[in-house]
């Protein structure tokens, strides 16, 4: 099973800046569309954005699209997630998981890390 280990997360104040490490278990992870989620407490866990294997396709959610960018590193099996302009409503845990391309990416088939902390706050 596809694996993977986040990182990145802390306190950071509105207006801030972050950026998130998804590191990929196994040597296939330039096959897949990597897609990021987040998922704040007492709510279902929500999709983010997503990258093609290739890096040529992104995806994003309305909530983020301008502020958030996506992209990837196949030679470190990582992903990453650059977070501009944050608000306190992005605070949430934030996870990463693979799906054969970006549109199926918010039904991803790896296994769910622990997910890094993202906290917004003054």
């Known amino acids: 099973q596809v694996q993977f280990v986040e990182s990145g997360g802390g306190l950071v104040q509105p207006g801030g800046s972050l950026r998130l490490s998804c590191a990929a278990s196994g040597r296939t992870f330039s096959s897949y569309a990597m897609g990021w989620f987040r998922q704040a407490p007492g709510k279902e866990r929500e999709f983010v954005a997503a990258?093609?294997?290739?890096?040529?396709?992104?995806d994003y959610a309305d909530s983020v699209k301008g502020r958030f960018t996506i992209s990837r590193d196949n030679a470190k099996n990582t992903a990453y997630l650059q977070m501009n302009s944050l608000k306190p409503v992005d605070t949430a845990v934030y996870y990463c998981?693979?799906?054969?391309?970006?549109?199926?990416?918010?039904?991803?088939?790896?296994?769910w890390g622990q997910g890094t902390q993202v906290t917004v706050s003054s």
């Open positions: 998981n693979a799906a054969p391309n970006v549109a199926t990416a918010r039904t991803p088939f790896g296994s």
């Open positions: 990258i093609s294997w290739g890096g040529g396709t992104t």
